[in-house]
């Protein structure tokens, strides 16, 4: 379970009073986030093995993202607007393929574009716990790579995701120390692959 290719996300914070229910919190951030900077931990598990990982995101809507692995292994997860670029250090791979097809893969893509969870997925209040109000997004075509998706928030800020893929993994990801509409430098969405590494398309 080493690639955890794509399995990311973010974190959003926002000024305004709370908002009571999720669906309401998930429409402000689209509507109202430029730019986000979280850390998240994140554990992967399917059927017993468990994985945990850790690292940073930042987003810059629309279509622009850059998810850093840190522990246990590095790994650069960068869209520019136009291309996906995947960078396996240990590996010293890179895999290269088309945004368009790539956004709604991953929770980093899919909250980076526009409106992609509205329009792709149906969205229901799931209730509250503790302190954290739950929506679920259930895909509208079959073929999405995510057969279902949780998100929870508090305080306007998205702090848990939990998805679970077509290979039966089930990712849970939580935000720590999310930055609503951070000034983020342009070059931080730009990747030139290392010399030395091999490029391959993911197409």
């Known amino acids: ?12 914070s ?3 009073p709370a908002y009571a229910a999720a669906i309401p919190q998930l429409k402000a951030f689209i509507g109202e986030t430029r730019t986000l900077s979280a850390a998240f931990t994140q554990v992967v598990t399917n059927k017993g093995k468990r994985e945990e990982a850790s690292g940073t995101l930042e987003i810059s809507r629309p279509g622009k993202f850059r998810w850093a692995y840190s522990k246990p292994y590095e790994q ?4 520019d607007g ?23 893969s991953s929770p980093a893509a899919l909250l980076a574009g ?3 969870i509205e329009r792709d ?3 229901k209040e799931a209730g509250k716990q503790g302190d954290v109000e739950w ?6 075509k079959a073929d999405n790579t995510f057969s279902n998706i949780r998100m929870g928030f508090a305080g306007k800020m998205l702090v848990d995701m939990e998805l679970t ?15 609503k509409n951070p000034a983020l430098a342009a070059g931080h969405f730009s990747f030139t692959p290392p010399k030395g590494v091999d490029v391959v398309s993911g197409d």
């Open 1 to 12: 379970m080493k690639k955890l290719v794509l399995a990311a996300a973010l974190a959003i």
């Open 14 to 16: 926002c000024a305004a």
């Open 76 to 79: 650069l997860i960068v869209g």
């Open 82 to 104: 136009k291309t996906l670029w995947i960078y396996d250090k240990d590996l010293a791979q890179v895999t290269r393929k088309s945004l368009d097809n790539a956004l709604g």
């Open 114 to 116: 526009s409106n992609a």
């Open 121 to 123: 997925y149906v969205l």
């Open 135 to 140: 929506l679920t997004a259930s895909p509208k």
């Open 165 to 179: 893929d077509s290979f039966g993994n089930n990712t849970r990801i939580h935000f720590n120390s999310p930055q």
